[in-house]
């Protein structure tokens, strides 16, 4: 086995993946990188103004470090520049770069498995019912003072897991190889336990 081994975890917002993948990424001693935040990041800067294949080009590390990222407003934003071919382009380097680090690497996003490491060791797709992704999303803004309403929340899942699904660039869907773990009705604990499962299998 060599010392670069890739791990890409795939599923619509709010099934648990980015919990689950730090979780793996942590069990393992791998490196983890939330490619969404990549596409937040971006929709931040074109609603501060820049346009959509610039922001993707000038993204340096310290733009993910932001609480704003974690807003609807920059949710939706990230949705739609994530349809812009000229965006995916301009971020498919620095993700296969990531993802090719000696020590392994852990990615999640929505077209990691399919696009970005169609040739990863393992790739998982997490999901779970819109209903109990916006129940957790609702959940997590409320905590950190969002005042949306839950069918608000609701509708914006809907929204965007449409926007991920049809769009012709990278759209959201399991690789015809991924081991699929619905969220829906597990504990977090349930979830990392069948996903450490699945790439220690990988790994003998």
């Known amino acids: 086995m060599t010392d670069e081994f890739t791990v890409a975890v795939d599923g619509p917002a709010a099934a648990g993946k ?67 071919a000229e965006v995916r382009a301009a971020l498919l380097d620095f993700q296969r770069s990531f993802a090719g680090r000696s020590g392994g690497a852990v990615l999640d996003g ?4 399919t696009v970005i490491c169609p040739d990863a060791a393992v790739k998982l797709f997490v999901t779970a019912s819109a209903r ?11 905590a950190i003072g969002i005042r949306d309403t839950f069918d608000q929340v609701l509708a914006d ?4 897991d449409a926007r991920d699904m049809e769009r012709a660039e990278a759209p959201l869907k399991p690789a015809p190889d991924a081991t699929v773990i619905d969220t829906s009705e597990l504990s977090i604990e349930e979830a990392v336990a069948a996903a450490v499962a699945t790439v220690s299998a990988a790994r003998r």
Do not use: C, P, W
């Not at 929505?110 to 498995?113: A, Q, V």
């Open 110 to 113: 929505r077209d990691i498995g």
């Open 132 to 142: 109990v992704r916006a129940q957790r999303r609702f959940a997590e803004m409320s």
């Open 18 to 84: 980015g919990t689950l993948s730090k979780a793996v990424a942590a069990h393992f001693g791998f490196a983890h990188l939330d490619t969404g935040l990549l596409y937040r990041a971006v929709g931040a800067k074109v609603l501060a103004g820049m346009e959509a294949a610039e922001a993707a080009r000038s993204l340096r590390s310290d733009d993910l470090e932001n609480d704003s990222l974690r807003t609807s407003a920059v949710a939706r934003k990230a949705s739609e520049v994530a349809v812009i």
């Open 157 to 160: 899942v809907q929204a965007r």
